[in-house]
């Protein structure tokens, strides 16, 4: 099974940047999906970006053209680069891993303590 801890949050003014970075720890990381996700206060978690064992990319609308996520397996790590950030980009980001299908679903049973990004001025 493979732990994971993000890292990387922080405040930001609107139109900044962030890097959000999820290390992994056991085996088979490279046989992984692996998605980003967030949750604004009072709202439900929600899929933000997935990245297939195969680097195969997927983004929610709201952040397509404004979020990359990448890996690197050697590093056992996946990335989530934030640009123009906006206030409503607010949320703690969570990273989990699976199967394709799984991660797109964010159908998970256990989550990390995630990151605060924060987007104010």
């Known amino acids: 099974q493979v732990q994971l801890v993000e890292s990387g949050g922080g405040l930001v003014q609107p139109g900044g940047s962030l890097r959000l970075s999820c290390a992994a720890s056991?085996?088979?990381?490279?046989?992984?999906?692996m998605g980003w996700y967030r949750q604004a206060p009072g709202k439900q978690r929600e899929f933000v970006a997935r990245?297939?064992?195969?680097?195969?990319?997927n983004y929610v609308d709201s952040v397509k053209g404004r979020f990359t996520i990448s890996r690197d397996n050697a590093k056992s790590a996946v990335y989530l680069q934030m640009n123009s950030l906006k206030p409503e980009d607010t949320a703690v980001y969570y990273c989990?891993?699976?199967?394709?299908?799984?991660?797109?679903?964010?159908?998970?049973?256990?989550w990390g303590p995630g990151t605060q990004v924060t987007v104010s001025s």
């Open positions: 056991g085996s088979g990381f490279s046989l992984l999906a």
């Open positions: 989990n891993a699976g199967s394709a299908r799984k991660v797109l679903a964010g159908d998970f049973d256990s």
């Open positions: 990245i297939t064992s195969t680097s195969g990319t």
